[in-house]
């Protein structure tokens, strides 16, 4: 696959979009003898990959998440990927009957196997969930920053803030013990070796919980433990405040990424806010199969199973139970779909930003903002938040004119720091202690546990922290910033890597530059001050922080993560370029399906196009891709500039207009190019076509709009249709096809 751009095909909104953007990428790049391959990461995909023996010949697929993880690793990689589904349960459970029902002879989930081969399919199964794409494709570190042309549209176009008030009862809530952070041990291995971890019980029996860990010198091993006990206690406690304080009530996790962990800890909250309910009915909820860690919307799916009067009655005893509790933060009020239905609903990341841009409120069942207590178990990084919350309630809503950046460089190769969401988390089965131990039988690290309680152990290579430093100080030298490691000195972990952080430093050019160490609460205070006076800095943060920051800041900054350019640089020289976040890329599909109308904005795509194209030229020495990558940033600023992007309305200019208009202004900019004669000839007789059809074009696409859309399916989409949905307009079609 050298000398070419590999194009990643998803799931929902972003998939949609390239139905529409993709014909035009490859339009133009041809014309430079530039090959676009497409790889498919979708949620449809991945499943279809992973149970090759349950399909007939001609519908089995590639695998093709194993095939770029393979190409991340070469110095050639081009990639550009979009967001993908970080599977909950529920969602891999759509998706599967989705399959099953157009004909793939996929086996079902079996959430409780019976026998071995319930368990190896299972298996199977639990490997696609969660961030289980990311973490292959991530085999280098991250650069995410605000693009100047984003920056310059958002002061002059600032996106609207909330006021904040002093007397705010928003706040954040963490455990004040027996969470991630204070249970975690932290080891620095002295030699290569290899580790596994068992489950000693208190009868003596020994549950080999993984094995064959390798590890290479120099690695960070961690290790840490919930205590559910204490959660329960903690979880009781906060509920009953938030009645009492009369605000609404939200709990901030992210399932998605915390595939294991968050979805336990999310189960838990369900069982306790309904816990007269699941009390009460235990024995028919245990029946229907009903698992808190799931939502309340698989209760409720499960419930229409039931006889009418007996499912009345215990919805009933539900609406009776919310009366004695707080109000909850809702995902969508107009149809009663609380922060509670589905884990993957409400992430941590984008909701609470989100809630900081709108005067510290949440959507309550009314409809309407409400000051919120926002639950944040793990107090491993709740400070940021709350932090955040009392600089603004202190000094006010930020000014997008104004204000500076927070860009970010973090620490995710080779899966660093992959907290919860990889194959050494474990819900506890039994009482004892969890033992690390390495081939020789030495000790490395024990947790004290009991039933019901978390497990979860990560580790991070040596030269993926190397790399990391040294694109920090990269940065800060590029940029003048401050760059700050977000590393606390009490935290075991962290203690490692700051260790390491002050001995390869001092390897790097850092005179005249300003690089500081601060704690992950004190190191937002210092950001947040630089924002507030207009001036940037740069984050340098492990990988939950990365996850975290990157939404935080640029929300605040834009009104939207989606708008970052996101670089990987691999660590064999190839690069990765992502597209930005998909938080709404579900209520977006659902709009289009009913009405036709489609606002997905494909910034992001445009953002990683162009340095996707720079990459590309410099590498293969391509004058005419850095023709394009310089003329599509150009486009780009115009797209900008001119408000060419989705409107909410149904009529208004949606998604196919916003790509009319940027193939109108990328094709105006090669014609005004002076450095490639063959380039200007081809692209000013497109660009006179274009401004000629410009009203035809656009009529007939909101003639598209207004009427529901059949796409085929959801999550395995009919391409045809598709096509046709994001691709109407013949005339358009035609001139892009005669490049």
């Known amino acids: 696959m050298a000398s070419k751009i590999i194009y990643t095909v998803t799931d929902e909104s972003p998939a949609l979009a390239t139905g529409s953007l993709l014909p035009i990428v490859r339009s133009f790049t041809k014309t430079a003898g530039i090959e676009i391959d497409v790889k498919n990461l979708s949620l449809a995909g991945r499943l279809l990959a992973a149970f090759p023996d349950y399909l007939t010949e001609d519908q089995r697929v590639s695998d093709d998440l194993?095939?770029?993880?393979?190409?991340?690793?070469h110095s050639h990689a081009n990639i550009i990927k979009l967001p993908n589904i970080s599977a909950s349960v529920p969602q891999l459970l759509g998706a599967l009957k989705e399959l099953q029902s157009k004909g793939y002879n996929l086996p079902d989930y079996p959430e409780n196997p019976a026998n071995d081969q319930e368990r190896v399919v299972k298996q199977r199964y639990d490997l696609i969930k969660g961030s289980a794409v990311n973490p292959v494709l991530r085999e280098g570190n991250s650069d995410r920053r605000v693009p100047g042309a984003v920056k310059k549209y958002a002061q002059k176009h600032p996106h609207v803030m909330g006021e904040w008030s002093q007397d705010s009862k928003t706040h954040v809530v963490t455990m004040k013990g027996n969470d991630f952070y204070n249970t975690e041990k932290s080891v620095l291995?002295?030699?290569?070796?290899?580790?596994?971890?068992e489950l000693v019980s208190d009868k003596g029996e020994t549950l080999l919980l993984k094995e064959e860990i390798a590890l290479l010198e120099g690695e960070i091993l961690d290790s840490a433990v919930m205590n559910i006990s204490a959660l329960r206690s903690f979880l009781a406690e906060e509920i009953k405040d938030a009645y009492d304080k009369d605000v609404l009530l939200s709990i901030q996790l992210k399932a998605s990424m915390m595939k294991i962990s968050d979805p336990i800890i999310f189960g838990h909250m369900i069982s306790l806010y309904f816990e007269d309910v699941f009390t009460q009915y235990k024995s028919t909820l245990d029946h229907l199969g009903v698992n808190p860690d799931n939502g309340l919307g698989d209760l409720f799916t499960k419930l229409e199973t039931l006889p009418t009067a007996e499912k009345n009655e215990i919805l009933s005893a539900i609406e009776e139970c919310s009366k004695k509790r707080p109000d909850l933060s809702m995902v969508d009020s107009s149809r009663g779909i609380t922060s509670l239905h589905v884990p993957s609903d409400v992430l941590i990341d984008a909701s609470i930003p989100s809630a900081i841009r709108n005067s510290g409120k949440m959507v309550g069942p009314d409809g309407k903002l409400k000051d919120v207590k926002m639950i944040i178990p793990d107090s491993s990084y709740a400070k940021i938040y709350q932090n955040t919350i009392e600089y603004s309630k202190q000094n006010g809503a930020f000014d997008p004119k104004t204000m500076g950046s927070v860009s970010n460089v973090g620490l995710m190769a080779q899966k660093a720091e992959e907290y919860g969401s990889h194959d050494k988390t474990f819900l506890i089965p039994s009482e004892g202690m969890v033992r690390v131990v390495d081939e020789s039988g030495t000790l490395l690290m024990d947790q004290k546990v009991s039933k019901g309680d978390i497990f979860r152990m990560c580790q991070v290579k040596d030269a993926p922290i190397r790399d990391w430093v040294r694109l920090g100080v990269n940065r800060a030298r590029a940029t003048g910033a401050p760059a700050v490691f977000w590393l606390d000195e009490n935290r075991p972990h962290d203690i490692k890597v700051i260790e390491k952080v002050k001995k390869y430093l001092p390897l790097e050019d850092i005179?005249?530059?300003?690089?500081?160490?601060?704690?992950?609460?004190?190191?937002?205070?210092?950001?947040?001050?630089?924002?507030?006076?207009?001036?940037?800095?740069?984050?340098?943060?492990g990988n939950v922080l990365r996850d975290y920051l990157t939404d935080l800041f640029p929300i605040l900054e834009l009104g939207t993560s989606s708008k970052m350019l996101s670089i990987v640089s691999l660590l064999n020289g190839g690069v990765l370029f992502e597209t930005g976040a998909s938080g709404s890329a579900p209520m977006l599909v659902q709009?289009?399906?009913?009405?036709?109308?489609?606002?997905?904005n494909s910034l992001g795509e445009f953002l990683a196009l162009t340095v996707s194209l720079e990459h590309f030229g410099t590498t293969y020495q391509n004058s005419k891709a850095l023709i394009l990558a310089e003329a599509l940033e150009k486009a780009t600023e115009l797209y900008l500039e001119n408000n060419r992007g989705p409107a909410e309305a149904v009529h208004e200019i949606d998604i196919r207009g916003s790509h009319f208009?940027?193939?109108?202004?990328?094709?105006?900019?090669?014609?005004?190019?002076?450095?490639?004669?063959?380039l200007k000839l081809k692209f000013a007789a497109l660009s006179k076509?274009?401004?000629e059809h410009e009203e035809e074009i656009l009529e007939e696409f909101m003639q598209a709009q207004g009427h529901p859309v059949d796409l085929g399916g959801y999550y395995l989409p009919d391409p045809e249709m598709v096509s046709n949905g994001m691709r109407p307009c013949t005339i358009f079609n035609q001139l892009l096809a005669s490049l």
């Open 189 to 197: 291995i002295s030699k290569p070796c290899s580790v596994h971890v």
């Open 661 to 678: 208009y940027l193939v109108l202004y990328w094709a105006q900019a090669l014609a005004e190019q002076n450095r490639d004669e063959e």
């Open 689 to 691: 076509e274009l401004k």
């Open 66 to 73: 194993k095939i770029l993880g393979e190409l991340v690793t």
């Open 591 to 600: 709009q289009f399906i009913k009405e036709g109308h489609f606002q997905w």
């Open 511 to 541: 005179e005249g530059l300003d690089v500081r160490i601060l704690s992950p609460g004190e190191a937002t205070l210092y950001s947040l001050q630089r924002m507030k006076e207009g001036k940037d800095t740069i984050s340098v943060t």
